[in-house]
């Protein structure tokens, strides 16, 4: 389970601090602004730790599946399908858009490696049922404590850009403002 630790020193920790929004109209636009991408970039991670969980709740639930009908093609052979179907699957969630990629995507791997110890998903058929039902359980509990950090992070970048918006609709912010803050950032390292 995802745990917010009061006074903690991890990003999530500092988001969902009832802290992290409180009198934001005394802060300057750049710390909003700052704060509205700290809250991105934790969305972006839970996101990424969302999609790791789907695919691993999938290739289980595929698996039980294939028990159950008596179906004799290894869910190995059918992996691209199963991950594929709700790529193509209507969008559920929140729909935003995502400018960040995962800062800490191998932790989040390792993390639900551990979930399930001994509890290895590259030979499934080869698991008892017992371990896949409750490999199943853990992934959705899992993956439901991380939607529920999810929407509470979206729920802090919902605050932090209505302040932004409502800085510019008073005119305490400009457009032109923001292009000369952009333009004066020394520009970045290409990779």
């Known amino acids: 389970m995802i745990e917010v630790r009061p006074g903690g ?24 602004r700052a704060r509205r991408d700290d809250a991105a970039q934790e969305e972006t991670d839970l996101s990424y730790l969302r999609r790791l969980l789907h695919g691993r709740i999938d290739i289980v639930k595929a ?4 028990r159950a009908e008596g179906g004799s093609e290894p869910v190995v052979d059918q992996l691209a ?25 191998e932790s989040h791997r390792r993390h639900i490696e551990a979930l399930v110890s001994d509890t290895d998903l590259t030979d499934v058929a080869a698991l008892p049922d017992e371990r896949l039902d409750l ?10 404590s991380v939607s529920q950090r999810r929407r509470e992070v979206q729920a802090v970048m919902d605050q932090l850009n209505e302040e932004i918006a409502n800085r510019y609709r008073a005119g305490s912010a400009s457009v032109d403002d923001l292009l000369a803050a952009e333009r004066a950032k020394p520009d970045e390292p290409s990779e």
């Open 9 to 32: 020193r991890r990003r999530i920790d500092r988001v969902l601090s009832p802290d992290y929004i409180a009198d934001l109209d005394r802060l300057d636009l750049v710390e909003v």
């Open 63 to 66: 698996e039980l599946r294939r």
């Open 81 to 105: 399908k199963i991950l594929a179907d709700k790529a193509v699957a209507p969008a559920m969630g929140s729909g935003r858009h995502q400018s960040f990629e995962p800062s800490r995507a």
């Open 135 to 144: 490999a199943l359980r853990t992934y959705v509990a899992e993956e439901s």
